[in-house]
């Protein structure tokens, strides 16, 4: 059974910055991407960031720049580095385990609210 803890979330003003972290427990193949998406009220679910176990990522328009995300392969740990900080970030972030191809798993955490205050 796989299992995201999440942390880092909490409550920042305009231009501030946060990190938010996940460390992944359970069986766990070797190759996967790691990843955070966040929803907002009224919104859908949308992706982040991700970081596959090659170190490939991707990035929304609307972060890339500001945000960066790592990972660290030997705790199976991710990382969102989150700089300045704007209100439209607000949301709940959800921190993402992908696993398999053929046969594709996706896990998910409980989720970390994020507050930006102007």
């Known amino acids: 059974q796989v299992q995201l803890v999440e942390s880092g979330g909490g409550l920042v003003q305009a231009g501030g910055s946060l990190r938010l972290s996940c460390a992944a427990s359970?069986?766990?193949?070797?190759?996967?991407?790691m990843g955070w998406y966040r929803q907002a009220p009224g919104n859908r679910r949308e992706l982040v960031a991700d970081?596959?176990?090659?170190?490939?990522?991707n990035y929304a328009d609307s972060v890339n720049g500001r945000f960066t995300i790592s990972r660290d392969n030997t705790k199976i740990t991710v990382h969102l580095q989150m700089n300045s900080l704007k209100p439209e970030d607000t949301a709940v972030y959800y921190c993402?385990?992908?696993?398999?191809?053929?046969?594709?798993?996706?896990?998910w955490g409980q989720g970390t609210q994020v507050t930006v205050s102007s």
């Open positions: 993402s385990l992908k696993t398999g191809y053929l046969r594709m798993f996706h896990y």
């Open positions: 359970g069986s766990i193949p070797s190759l996967n991407t």
């Open positions: 970081i596959s176990s090659e170190g490939s990522t």
